[in-house]
């Protein structure tokens, strides 16, 4: 660009340069200006279709924005960054793919509840090291993949997988694919320097039905649920196998936010909401185990009705302070559990 050159020729033509542009550079400023704001409304209709299925304009308005975004890239290949809504394949993290990575926090795993009376002992058992009676969030338990993601000043840099708890495989390319997760935090009031989320990468039912129907069509072994086909999808070697798959992310975790101290889960879960990352709209919070236990006899009422399979409920204690207080087992946080509903019968299997 013209501007470079004359900076290292003489500095009083750079303030001039500066501040009148010439027509090709003005282009280009608009241009920049113009992909940056088709850029953020790309990004807002991908987070309202996928994240929140709820989306604001048809399906042909999108392709239209997206297609001009495309066009606008194509004409100056400059304006392209990695965290466009166009660059989710190839490039980015593609060269890491199934190194192992190692989580700066153990992932861990949840200690099951089978019946009401097992809740209620753990609730017992809070309540005496508390001295209190805790606070609730409850959500569903997804039936997916645990998936540790870290954005560094907001940009996404790193996807893994659970793996033994300690170290898990690069994903970044594959989780990159998937649309309701954001390849750039929304800044409203700035981003932490280091974000670091746990979370289930998942199917929708209706989304494997439709991906076996195609396979069986094509002659192809099927998969046998919609857990199976995530799994296959995260370990793709070629990520626009896993691009063409309506793969999904629900975050539930916050391991770190550089500079953000939050006072409960609930809290955690309307920051990453605010950042733009997806939370379970199902998500809600409970004054008193009761509480918790009328979510659990309710969700099950609903449980055949959901996008996706669920195998119970995550109760967990919502005040930070409580839960440092509880403390974790070598396996599991003393602070959660995992309601279990009665396993489901496998009739795809059958099929
Ligand atoms: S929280 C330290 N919340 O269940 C607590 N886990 O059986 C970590 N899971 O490995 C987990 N939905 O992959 C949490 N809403 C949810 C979840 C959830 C599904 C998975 C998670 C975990 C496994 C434990």
Redesign the pocket.
């Known amino acids: 660009m013209g501007f470079k050159q004359l900076q290292s020729a003489n500095p009083l033509v750079v303030s001039y340069a500066l501040m009148k542009p010439n027509r090709s550079e003005r282009r280009l400023l608009e241009a920049r200006k113009h992909a940056e704001a088709l850029r953020a409304k790309v990004m807002h209709h991908d987070y309202q279709y996928h994240a929140l299925q709820s989306p604001e304009i048809a399906d042909a308005e999108y392709d239209l924005l997206y297609r001009e975004l495309v066009d606008l890239e194509t004409e100056f290949p400059e304006l392209v960054v990695p965290d466009s809504p166009t660059q989710r394949v190839g490039g980015i993290g593609s060269d890491d793919l199934f190194q192992p990575v190692k989580h700066s926090v153990r992932?861990?795993?949840?200690d099951n509840a089978f019946s009401h009376d097992e809740l209620m002992s753990w609730q017992k058992r809070m309540e005496r090291s508390l001295g209190h009676s805790p606070s609730y969030v409850c959500?569903?338990?997804?039936d997916?993949?645990?998936v540790a993601l870290v954005y560094e000043r907001g940009i996404l840099t790193r996807g893994a997988t659970?793996g033994d708890g300690t170290t898990g495989e690069n994903i970044t390319a594959n989780l990159r694919t998937v649309r309701g997760l954001p390849l750039k935090l929304k800044a409203n009031e700035g981003v932490p320097d280091w974000l670091e989320v746990?979370g289930?990468a998942f199917l929708n039912i209706a989304d494997f039905e439709a991906m076996n129907r195609e396979l069986g069509e094509q002659g192809k072994p099927l998969f046998a649920n919609p857990r199976n086909t995530a799994s296959g999808l995260l370990r793709q070697k070629d990520s626009r196998v896993t691009a063409s798959r309506p793969l999904r992310v629900y975050c539930?975790?916050l391991v770190h936010a550089k500079g953000h101290t939050l006072k409960s889960h609930w809290e955690v879960l309307s920051y990453l909401e605010q950042l733009g990352l997806p939370v379970?709209p199902m998500a809600r919070q409970c004054p008193d185990i009761h509480a918790a236990q009328h979510y659990i006899t309710e969700l099950e009422k609903q449980r055949h009705s959901l996008a996706h399979e669920i195998d119970g409920v995550?109760i967990?204690v919502d005040r930070i302070s409580d839960q440092e207080e509880l403390g974790t087992t070598a396996k599991?946080?003393r602070w959660?559990i995992?309601y279990k509903y009665p396993a489901e019968e496998q009739t795809t299997r059958l099929k």
Do not use: D
């Open positions: 992932l861990l795993s949840l959500e569903p338990k997804i997916g993949l645990s659970r746990r289930e539930h975790g379970h995550v967990k599991a946080p959660a995992a």
